[in-house]
């Protein structure tokens, strides 16, 4: 292979074929189907669709309250303008300190930023992508009002440690599951820990609804402050209408407000795809075992390659398949990258990389002393993704993984 042919960076994928892409066609006719009927039905804003997912959402994961919205990103931005919302007993106030993980998703910090809180990243560790517990506590001062945890895919640090240190000191805990639905951590359900819990159906995630998302929380007021948030600040509840006869109870606005409501055509796909959930939990952790073993039975196998840990006590549930360079390929990684995809096997990196390195944390200085989080760098130097599908994967994709893969010999 010729070295020439590469540039330094990982190139932008032409629009390929690919052999192994990252995700599999994981809606069924049946899916679209129920969208379809939505759509047929001439009534396709939210509405019966929606509030039966929330029902059988909160049946599943034994939560209260839950809430659908148009994707797991205004999920988080609803948990953060609700923590800190006037109607809130318990919020935080402008200037207040935020703790996140520096190996996170866009979306999971800025809601953060925007709602004026200051941001102190702890870096994560490179075996389990995940936040250490013991790390993060170890970072809370007494300006520390929220912590955002995300539980990085399909895994999850020890989130009870964390959930009872932050019930201790009043502190309101975030829980990005945008990547762990079905996972759990001591057997219960993550997203399940925080004050709120959010989740993403974006095309890749553990189910999808084509984009969606839901949050969930467990007192009731926050019900309400979510509710109204979703919804231009708006209240239809006949005790408001009481409270302000002055005013026409079809528009009443209690609160501030966004437009984050999905469609029910989102609800209709989301819930077709929910019902299989177990079923596609097992797939893929059967295809990720089955990818392991083929790569590691294979005559030229030697630690090229290494794996994610699954921490103590946690139950995965897998969206994609982290895999990491062994060290001394470092400098071959981009590549590697752009040869495996000009094979047709499709890669993405380890959620952003180290977030901290972007330039959209330059431009808001949200590291100012230029602190160094070499787990996350370690991530993001050595890790990519491939697809993890939902279908049994066959023995001729195996093959065609583990010879691609085990092509970094020869580069
Ligand atoms: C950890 C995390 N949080 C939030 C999101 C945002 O979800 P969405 O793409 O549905 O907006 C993602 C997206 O992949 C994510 O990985």
């Known amino acids: 292979m010729s070295k020439k042919k590469f540039s330094h960076q990982i190139l932008l994928s032409k629009k390929r074929k690919y052999i192994y892409p990252l995700l599999d066609q994981g809606l069924s006719a049946k899916d679209l189907n129920e969208g379809i009927k939505v759509l047929k039905s001439g009534r396709i804003t939210i509405g019966k669709k929606t509030q039966d997912f929330e029902n059988k959402f909160n049946k599943f ?3 209260k309250y839950a809430l659908m919205v148009n994707s797991g ?3 988080n931005l609803l948990a953060a303008f609700a923590s800190c919302n006037p109607m809130r007993k318990n919020k935080f106030k402008t200037g207040d300190e935020a703790i996140i993980q520096s190996l996170c998703w866009p979306t999971s910090l800025w809601p953060l930023v925007q709602c004026g809180l200051k941001i102190k990243f702890v870096d994560i560790n490179p075996l389990t992508l995940n936040v250490n517990a013991d790390d993060l506590i170890k970072n809370i001062s007494k300006k ?3 912590i955002l945890v995300i539980n990085v895919l399909g895994l999850s640090t020890d989130i009870k440690k964390i959930r009872d240190f932050c019930s201790k000191k009043n502190i309101i805990l975030i829980e990005d ?4 639905l079905g996972a759990k951590f001591n057997k219960k359900l993550l997203g399940t820990f925080g004050d ?3 989740f993403s159906f974006f095309y890749s995630h553990q189910i999808t609804s084509g984009e ?5 929380c467990k007192e009731k007021k926050d019900y309400e402050i979510l509710k109204s948030l979703r919804s231009h600040g708006w209240s239809r509840d006949r005790n408001t209408a009481t409270k302000y006869p002055h005013l026409d109870p079809r528009y009443i606005f209690i609160n501030s407000g966004f437009n984050l409501r999905p469609t029910d055509i ?3 796909i989301g819930l077709s795809q929910f019902k299989k959930l177990k079923k596609f939990m097992k797939i893929r952790i059967n295809n990720r075992n089955k990818i392991i073993k083929t790569l590691k039975m294979h005559k030229n196998w030697s630690n090229q390659f290494s794996f994610v840990d699954v921490p103590k006590k946690v139950s995965p549930s897998y969206m994609v398949f982290p895999i990491f360079l062994n060290k001394k390929f470092r400098n071959k990684k981009t590549n590697f990258i752009n040869y495996i995809e000009s094979k047709g096997l499709e890669t993405r990196p380890i959620i952003s ?8 944390t330059k431009l808001f200085k949200l590291n100012p002393r230029k602190k160094k989080y070499p787990g996350a760098d370690q991530v993001q130097e050595l890790g990519f993704v491939i697809g993890l599908h939902t279908k049994n994967i066959s023995n001729k994709k195996l093959k065609f993984l583990s010879e691609t893969l085990l092509s970094i010999d020869s580069l």
Do not use: D, R, Y
């Open 61 to 63: 994961l034994g939560s």
């Open 212 to 216: 969606g998302g839901m949050i969930i």
């Open 196 to 198: 709120f819990g959010t």
């Open 177 to 180: 599951n945008c990547e762990s």
């Open 266 to 268: 989102q609800a209709a």
């Open 353 to 360: 990389g180290s977030f901290v390195k972007q330039p959209s």
């Open 144 to 146: 520390t009002k929220v």
């Open 73 to 75: 990103s205004s999920a």
